[in-house]
């Protein structure tokens, strides 16, 4: 196609920096600017507010969760246990006399901890290596590319178990394998994200400046593809949370008696039959509620990003 | 003339003979809880059978009258006053099936991209026909009716075509199926929105030939909206020129062209080259200045910021629209005075001073790319070679998938030619590999490509953006850098103020000056410019063009000038070479080559081009288009096409070898030269 795009409009909304004329409204409405950045968009968006409130709460009982606590989550009272949701204990107490809401409250610290790590350390992990295969190219993709396709085959929880087994459990193997576990997910996405950006010409412009590839890869890509990986990001952090209470609550998490949703979930299962739903449902709904709440921030990122 | 008139004349016959009547329309768009007039009084009348162009930069509400006249405006926009009138019916005042059966049946609309208003997923053939069905026509006999009208717009086998889907078409073969579409409810009124700006100059030729031909066998009214001037004057009988949402010149479109009385419609004829003008006549004239905000409410002449000759009263009050004679209008206090308007920028003009014995800079010899890889191959470039003289410009013509890009790309180490390709820089050989070359062959050649929203890392800011090039070809740094960078700046008439922003904060035109300050900054000695003004409207394009004279002066640069506009490429170049499938034509000097004889190719592509003057020097048309460099034809690569082809059997057996017909002047064609002139001196039409 030789003629270009010269006298292209975008008839439906003035003002967008659509045509060559149009872009020069932008300069002249400078002050617009300010309105229209990312965060602004965001913090108009319910869903994201209404998502970022649960998370703050969830981040605030793990940080400052024994204070807030009216129990300890610890103290075993043998004279009242399966109680009821009661004035005294708002989400009743569990098989061992233990304050469910004090559970529940400081039981988000574990959780909160090893899912953002751990996602962090397979998004870092993810975005070299995506930035390799698809900058690179070639046999460096070539090979990668298979050996995310070998991990993508084998299920999660199988690859979690050998790992758990063969380390012992803590929260630095939690943190190590669902990291390692989401690295060729990241990878992949960043690599799609990454030929998009290698049809552009300010990349053989780099490279007629004479720039290394690390420099084309992390200083002139990485910035242009951070909102996939953050869109990426949240999307796995969301899995990460599942991942950690499944892990949990199969006994390879988190151990008793440290607070904990899912292993808390996996202790009390067995008396729900009895009737006594408090010791299972709250920590369920603290499960639901966290990953939905990571759910809407994630909806209304890749939203914002997409406009 | 109001709605009413019309309204008594049922299908447009009659009386007032008026297929589209606008009255004092205004469109005004809600953005962000604010109203925008976008669209101001906008008054103009077609004719049964007429042709309007409606003509204006990017941003002017073109394409928003066209959005208005069918209802198709965005949900935020909408006919804030005045009337509309097809055929006597108020398209504003019905409801929906009324609606539906205007858009069927009385108005129809051909778009830009042809590949955006056919469904991909469904057969060209069942997509015209179904315009037949909706008519209310069987199935086979639609489905005849689809097969008649393909070839009535003139694809050679309908039947063939309409068992394709959409993507097999070339941009050429789908804008014909568009147009067929939309003429298969033989409406009324045929609003073409900038139908052939996707399309190559020799296609665009052919489907002009054919819309102008089509008006007359249908006896339908155009509204044809483009940015383009020259395919305005070609195609339209009167000629309405769009600014900032307003109608400010109206009257028949050679008068219009020829005496336009108004001062934006002055300076934007004068940004365009004119027929034969060179660089050495002097700069361009351009329009200072910016487009007022769309919707900005103003109380004065909306051209008095941008106009040389805006007086007190322009600045007092908007001007009515004064009638200058029984057809034509302008909206200019002093229109009276546009003939000879100040001009913008001065005429002086520095020319480099080239050196009298050419000494060549680059030399290409058997340059080859081969694309591909077990056993599709194209062969993207075939043999090139030729000479870049030290301060001169070598324009680069040809359709597109001629090879012009993929010849820049294999000089600039983008692309590795095939083994046994020669290219030197001053006599020695350039590394194939850009990453693999030393500094001082970097610092030699750059580029400013044709798209700056693709070439400029719009993470970054202009005064990084302008400052690597500094530090990693010029090896500057601190104080120095920071005054070659101002230095710079300023040669491409950028502010200070520029530098602390990113591109997307840019207008079109200072993105392509970042562009240009980036190929500058090391101090390169060629320039490779990959049709650096295409993506740009023309009042920027000519500031651009004298920019890149300027600095041709200034830094003693050459360039490589790749452009489609054969006006562009005449106006800027010293010696012209025309490729086709990537062979070489043709090469000469410019003017030798503009004025022939020249290569029947060169030919070709210079009677596609539709020009201001209205001297349609319509010689020869190319048919159908560029064949496949997979398998490229046999013998002379042109001869598929070549309307001169010769009759001994000749070209379609050996290739032409290039030859010099003139000092300095090559071309690769089995036609003796004289012969050759004999027929283009005769306009003959073969």
């Not at chain 1, 590839?213 to 990001?233: G, K, R, T």
């Not at chain 1, 499944?246 to 299962?269: C, E, K, R, V």
Request: glycine share 10%; proline share 6%.
């Amino acid at each position: 196609m030789i003629g270009g795009p010269a006298g292209y409009e975008i008839a439906g909304v003035p003002g967008s920096t659509g045509g060559p004329g149009g872009a020069e409204v932008t300069v002249a409405l400078a002050p617009r600017r300010a309105e229209s950045t990312p965060w602004r968009l965001l913090l108009r968006k319910p869903t994201f507010v209404a998502g970022a409130v649960i998370l703050l709460f969830w981040i605030a009982c793990a940080l400052f969760g024994s204070v807030i606590a009216p129990h300890s989550p610890f103290a075993q009272q043998l004279l009242a246990t399966n109680n009821a949701p009661s004035r005294a204990h708002l989400f009743g107490t569990d098989q061992l006399g233990r304050d469910m809401l004090s559970r529940v409250i400081v039981g988000a610290r574990g959780i909160l901890l090893i899912a953002p790590l751990a996602t962090l350390l397979g998004t870092a992990l993810g975005t070299a290596l995506g930035l390799a295969m698809g900058y690179l190219g070639g046999v460096i993709d070539l090979l990668v590319s298979r050996v995310v396709e070998a991990v993508l085959a084998l299920p999660f929880l199988i690859v979690a178990f050998l790992f758990i087994v063969a380390l012992g459990p803590s929260t630095t193997t939690l943190i190590v394998v669902i990291g390692f576990v989401f690295t060729p997910l990241i990878a992949r996405t960043v690599r799609s994200a990454v030929l998009v950006e290698s049809q552009l010409d300010y990349l053989s412009s780099a490279r007629l400046l004479g720039e290394k590839s690390a420099h084309i890869m992390f200083v002139e890509i990485l910035p242009n593809v951070v909102p996939a990986i953050l869109v990426e990001f949240t999307v796995r952090l969301g899995y990460a949370i599942f991942a950690v209470a499944t892990l949990s609550f199969l006994g390879f998490g988190i151990q008793p008696p440290t607070p904990d949703w899912g292993a808390d979930i996996a202790a009390n299962y067995g008396v729900l039959p009895a009737g006594y739903w408090w010791e299972t449902i709250f920590p369920a709904l603290a499960i639901a509620s966290l990953v939905i709440g990571v759910n809407l921030v994630t909806d209304a990122i890749e939203q914002v990003l997409a406009s | 003339m109001t709605a009413a008139d019309t309204a008594a004349a049922p299908g447009g016959t009659g009386g007032t003979g008026l297929t589209l009547a606008v009255e004092h329309m205004d469109v005004t768009y809600r953005v962000r809880g604010q109203d925008r007039r976008v669209l101001r009084d906008v008054s103009f009348q077609i004719g049964r059978n007429e042709s309007y162009g409606l003509v204006g930069e990017s941003g002017s509400g073109k394409s928003t009258v066209a959005l208005a006249l069918t209802r198709y405006l965005p949900r935020n926009g909408w006919v804030s006053s005045g009337t509309i009138s097809i055929n006597g019916i108020d398209p504003l005042a019905l409801g929906d099936a009324a609606l539906r059966e205007l858009r069927a049946r009385t108005v129809s609309m051909v778009y830009q991209e042809p590949g955006r208003a056919l469904n991909p997923s469904i057969k060209v053939g069942r997509q015209v026909a179904e315009v037949y069905e909706i008519a209310g026509l069987g199935r086979r006999s639609a489905l005849e009716s689809a097969e008649n009208m393909l070839r009535k717009v003139q694809i050679s086998d309908p039947g063939r075509v309409m068992e394709r889907y959409p993507h097999q078409l070339s941009g050429g073969m789908a804008q014909r199926a568009v147009i067929a579409m939309a003429l298969a409810a033989e409406p009324s009124l045929l609003i073409l929105d900038e139908p052939t700006t996707a399309l190559d100059a020799t296609v665009e030729a052919e489907v002009l030939d054919l819309v102008a031909a089509l008006r007359e066998e249908f006896d339908t009214s155009v509204l044809f909206i483009s940015h383009n001037l020259a395919v305005i004057a070609k195609m339209c009988d009167r000629v309405g020129v769009l600014y900032a949402g307003e109608l400010i010149e109206e009257g028949p479109a050679r008068e219009v062209f020829d005496q336009p009385r108004h001062p934006y419609t002055v300076g934007l004829l004068r940004c365009i080259p004119r027929r034969g003008q060179r660089k050495d006549h002097g700069r361009l004239d351009t329009i200072p200045g910016f487009l007022p905000a769309p919707g900005s409410v103003l109380n004065e002449c909306i051209f008095a910021a941008r106009c040389p000759i805006a007086e007190q009263q322009c600045r007092a009050a908007a001007p009515p629209a004064f009638a200058i004679s029984a057809t034509r209008s302008s909206r200019c206090y002093l229109h009276e005075l546009t003939v000879d308007l100040p001009r913008n920028t001065p005429v002086d003009v520095q020319l480099p001073s080239r050196h009298d014995a050419a000494e060549p800079i680059v030399r290409v010899a058997s340059l080859s790319k081969t694309f591909g890889s077990r056993g599709e191959t194209v062969k993207a470039l075939v043999g090139v070679d030729l000479v870049l003289e030290r301060g001169e410009t070598l324009g680069l013509v040809g359709e597109s998938g001629s090879g012009k890009t993929t010849l820049a790309r294999a000089l600039l180490g983008l692309i590795t030619p095939d083994e046994g390709s020669i290219v030197e820089l001053e006599g020695q050989p350039l590394g194939a590999d850009a990453r693999r070359r030393p500094r001082d062959q970097l610092k030699a050649l750059q580029i400013v490509f044709q798209n700056p929203d693709s070439a400029l890392n719009r993470r970054h800011t202009v005064r990084r953006l302008i400052s690597r090039p500094l530090s990693r070809l010029a090896g500057l740094s601190g104080a120095q850098l920071r005054e070659r960078l101002a230095d710079l700046v300023r040669s491409v008439r950028m502010e200070e103020r520029h530098l602390t922003l990113r591109p997307s904060q840019l207008s079109g035109g200072l993105k392509q000056r970042v562009a240009i300050a980036r190929a500058f900054g090391g101090g390169p000695r060629i320039v490779v410019c990959d049709e650096p003004t295409s993506a740009l409207d023309v009042s920027v394009q000519a500031a651009i063009l004298n920019l890149l004279v300027d600095l041709q002066a200034k830094e003693q640069v050459t360039y490589l000038f790749i452009s489609h506009d054969l006006g562009l490429v005449r106006y800027l170049s010293d010696r012209i070479a025309v490729l086709y499938l990537g062979r070489v034509m043709e090469i000469g000097p410019a003017e030798a080559v503009f004025a022939g004889p020249h290569h029947p190719y060169t030919e070709a592509l210079l009677s596609a081009v539709p020009s201001l003057d209205g001297q349609h020097a319509t010689r020869i048309r190319l048919h159908g288009e560029i064949p496949s460099a997979a398998d490229p034809p046999t013998g002379c690569v042109f001869h598929t096409r070549c309307p001169r082809r010769l009759t001994t059997g000749e070209c379609e057996s050996t290739e032409p070898p290039l030859l010099e017909v003139a000092p300095g002047h090559l071309m690769s064609c089995h036609i003796p030269i004289d012969q050759l002139q004999t027929l283009q001196n005769d306009g003959r039409v073969p």
